[in-house]
């Protein structure tokens, strides 16, 4: 499964940036889409998720500032970032997961990928 995500770039404390992702591939489903970032010196963490169903997780540190949301016929995943803060300056990875094609149209093994990543700066 490819991922593959667009958006990033650098904005003043306050701004805000719109992030993209699509995924492509042969899979049977795609249960879950989300964000995980990871800033220099920390490790990947989740921003925010979305099911297939519109079930949304959002870290606390964004809850209220960024909204996820999903196109299931497109398979595409956006991530809203209002009220950024140098705090939000990292890597953004787009995440996939859900289940490959088997045989003739059954479901196959899950899969959990992640796109290239998109880089956001926030200057104060």
């Not at 991922?3 to 489903?29: N, T």
């Not at 059954?106 to 104060?124: C, E, I, K, Y």
Request: charged share 20%.
């Amino acid at each position: 499964v490819q991922l593959q995500a667009s958006g990033g770039g650098s904005v003043q404390a306050g701004g805000s940036l719109r992030l993209s992702c699509a995924a492509s591939g042969s899979f049977h489903s795609l249960e879950v889409m989300g964000w995980y970032r990871q800033a220099p010196g920390s490790q990947r963490e989740l921003v925010a998720r979305i099911t297939n169903l519109g079930d949304e997780t959002y870290a606390t540190s964004v809850k209220d500032r960024f909204t996820i949301s999903r196109d299931n016929a497109k398979n595409t995943v956006d991530l809203q970032m209002n009220s950024l803060n140098p705090e939000d300056t990292a890597v953004y990875y787009c995440n996939g997961a859900g289940y490959l094609r088997g045989k003739g149209w059954s479901r196959g093994r899950s899969f959990n990928d992640f796109g290239q990543g998109t880089l956001v700066t926030v200057s104060s």
